[in-house]
């Protein structure tokens, strides 16, 4: 059974930052490609980071210079360091797990999804 649980979300002032964590079991986490998402009230979930098997990484363009997506295939981990925090980052955030994805932007080719992690940003 496949299981991602996620955590280190929380309230944090703008300017802030946090950093959440992904812990996957009952895959083989190396092969995979991870991804995080976010979906705020009323809107779309959205493409927030990925991280290939390889290690490579590919950003959202709200998301450059400020956060960073990170795994620890040891670990079966991977993680999302948030810095310079705005209120318009105020979402659920999700971690996702797919198969190795040449589209890491889509939600759609993802298979499994944590049940997320709320990130409120205060002005």
């Known amino acids: 059974q496949v299981q991602l649980v996620e955590s280190g979300g929380g309230l944090v002032q703008a300017g802030g930052s946090l950093r959440l964590s992904c812990a996957a079991s009952g895959r083989t986490f190396s092969r995979d490609t991870m991804g995080w998402f976010r979906q705020a009230p009323g809107k779309e979930r959205e493409f927030v980071a990925g991280v290939w098997s390889t290690g490579n990484t590919y950003y959202a363009d709200s998301a450059k210079g400020r956060f960073t997506i990170s795994r620890d295939n040891a670990k079966s981990t991977v993680y999302l360091q948030m810095n310079s925090l705005k209120p318009e980052d105020t979402a659920v955030y999700y971690c996702?797990?797919?198969?190795?994805?040449?589209?890491?932007?889509?939600?759609?080719?993802?298979?499994?999804w944590g049940q997320g992690t709320q990130v409120t940003v205060s002005s």
């Open positions: 996702a797990a797919g198969p190795a994805l040449s589209n890491i932007f889509s939600k759609y080719g993802y298979n499994y």
